[in-house]
């Protein structure tokens, strides 16, 4: 199995919310905090990639949820 680690791959599937960004955070005493969050854009990022032993191969990310379509896309 040792030879064969370059054809190894597992396919990972994570998901973003952007009405789920956190608004409050931290900051040194007496600094305001400034950051940027998507406003208003309730929308879904899905992000696929293939992990392999050496690397992340083959990286996507689709403006929307994973859906069959884009399964066998």
């Known amino acids: 199995m040792a030879h064969m680690l370059k054809r190894l791959a597992f396919i990972d599937e ?33 992000f696929v990639a293939a992990l392999r032993h050496d690397r992340l191969a083959a990286p996507w990310v689709i403006d929307g949820t994973m859906n069959r379509a884009t399964f066998n896309t």
């Open 14 to 46: 994570t998901w973003l919310k952007t009405n789920m960004a956190k608004r409050t955070g931290w900051a040194p005493r007496g600094e305001r905090l400034v950051d940027h969050a998507p406003f208003g854009h309730r929308r879904t990022q899905t």
